[in-house]
Structures are given as C-alpha cells and as structure tokens.
C-alpha cells in the first residue's frame, strides 16, 4: 500500500516536471560578433541581455559567440549556423551584390537588414619609433591587416591600393584578429595595424596604453578621395583623439568609415526578430548609456547603412512604433 502511494506521488512530480517543462520551453538564438576587445561582443551581450530579460513573453533564450567579424558572421547567418550577426554596413552591401569575399560565391540573397548601431573607422595605428607618418610610409613595414572573415581586412586593402600600395609587395602584410594586435605592436612584432571600429574602443585603448608610444594614421590623399566618392558604402570619419589621451595625435584624424549593423537570414522567425528590434528600440534611452560609441544613436540613424532588405520581423515593429519615416 505505501510502496503504491509512494509510486503514486512519484508519478505525479513527473507528470508536473513535464508539463512545467514544456510550459517553459525556450528557443536559443545566438549572436555572432567579433573578438572580445572590439566593440561588437559587448554589444551582442547588450542586445542579449535586454531580450533575455523578457523570456517569460518571448521564450528566447539569446546568447552571444565571439567570432572573427564581419564575413564570418554574414556567412554563418547565411548557413544557418547563427540567427543574428554584427556586420559592418559595406559588408553587408558586399554580400548582398556578390563583392569582395563574395565574388566566386555569389550574392547572399537571404540576407536580411534589422537596424544598424555605432559608426566605425578604419583606424591606422602606427608606432611612433617606426617613423609612420602617412600611410604611404607603411612601405616595407610589418602590417596586420586582419585575419580573413574580419571587417577591416578589406578596408584595409581598400585604403592601400587607393593609395598607391600593393599589400602583396609593398608592405609585409599579417593576417591575425584584432584582438592580438596591441601586443604584437607593444612588442615590437608589427609596426601598425588596422582595425575597422567603434571609438572608444578597449583594444584601442590597450594599443595606445603600452611603453612604446603609437599614434593614429590619417587616411587622406587624393585616391581615398576618389575612394569614397565610388564606394555607396564609404563616407569620410574621424577619429576623436579625446578618446585616447596616450596616442600622440593633438588633434582628430581623419579618415573613412562605416557603420556596424545587425543581419539576420530570411528564414529565422519574423516574431525572433520583432522580440529583438522591440526590445532595443523600446528601451533605446537605456541602450544608449551602455557604451559611449552609441551616443549619438538615434532611431533615425538606425535605419541607416542598411542594404539588404528589411526582416519581416523589422518591418512589422518600425511599423507598429510608426518608426518607417523616424527622422
Ligand atoms: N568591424 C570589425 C569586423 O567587422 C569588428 C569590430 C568590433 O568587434 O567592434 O570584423
């Protein structure tokens, strides 16, 4: 009798664990950004951190992967690998025509736009004692220009052969993530490197922060001219060397830049990517004081930079937040 009551009961939790775990079942999505020091892996986290907090409403459990940038996010949003990526606003053109890495591939026709976040620069950081004054001194100079999958890789491509430079044969080109380049200059390993990014940024910080003194590049002259008049995804940026009291410009530098966006695929769920819109233009105010790259962020400036179609998702909250003609 009591071995029965006892089986009863047991039988009964069971029956309440099931059901509490089909009540509360949750769908994972994941964000992929760039490397740690950047500005993308915060901002996952923040975009993450905001959607969790409704799980209860939304059942979405979203996480964030550290990635080596740009192309790589594009291409695993495109295989599904991932839901959501950071991209930066050319990279996301470039996929959706079929440019750059895409040339052989093809267009990335299921790429979808959700909105776009801080604007990024392609920053040349130099060390003072390899007498770098001007890109064209980067000649016969160690240079990191990104590993492949990176954003900048190929502005920084962009940028030399605008200027003149072959990368193969004019300078000795490296290929490592961003996250490993303020060491490699602190230790003599590389002369400069370029990163597309957000300002301030930590890895620019920890460049800039060593015993041996760096400065900021300008990118100018005559063929970036021509170079942003071309590119619909290039437009002129400037680096605020209030940022960075150690670097020793005096001033801003100028340069080029772009924007970091959010893309996701055609086929990830229209409520998925109306819960994340809606979480981060609903508490947008909030957003905004989570890092100072975002602070002149407004919902009109983030619909900007934007190539690939609209998310369904996207759509269906700018058009419930009558946000479509936000100014
Ligand atoms: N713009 C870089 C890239 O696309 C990443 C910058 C960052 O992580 O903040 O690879």
Known sequence: MVVKRVWVVAMGALILLAVFACSTKQTYVTIGTGGVTG?????????AKLVNKKRAVYGLRCTVESTGGS????NAVASGYLEFGIAQSDRQYQALYGLAEWADTGPIASLRAVFSIHPEAVTLVAADDAGIM???????????????????????????TASGLNWESDIHAEAVKADAAP??????????FFYTVGHPSGNILE???????????????AGID???????????????????????????????GVKATVVTSVDVPADIVYAVTKEVFDNLPAFKKLHPAYEHLTVATMREGLSAPLHEGALRYFREADLMEAR
């Open 39 to 47: 500005i993308y892996y915060p901002t996952g986290g923040h975009i």
């Open 71 to 74: 192309v790589f996010n594009i």
């Open 134 to 160: 001007t890109i064209d001194d980067l000649r016969g100079k160690r240079v990191n220009l990104g590993n492949p999958g990176s954003g900048q890789r190929q502005n920084a491509l962009d940028a030399l």
């Open 183 to 192: 060491t490699l200059l602190q230790d003599g390993r590389i002369d400069a």
């Open 207 to 221: 460049a800039t922060a060593g015993r041996r003194r760096v400065r900021f590049i300008p990118i100018v002259g």
């Open 226 to 256: 021509s170079l942003v008049i071309a590119k619909p995804y290039y437009a002129r940026a400037t680096i605020s060397s209030r940022h960075y009291p150690r670097a020793l410009n005096a001033s801003d530098v100028p340069t080029f």
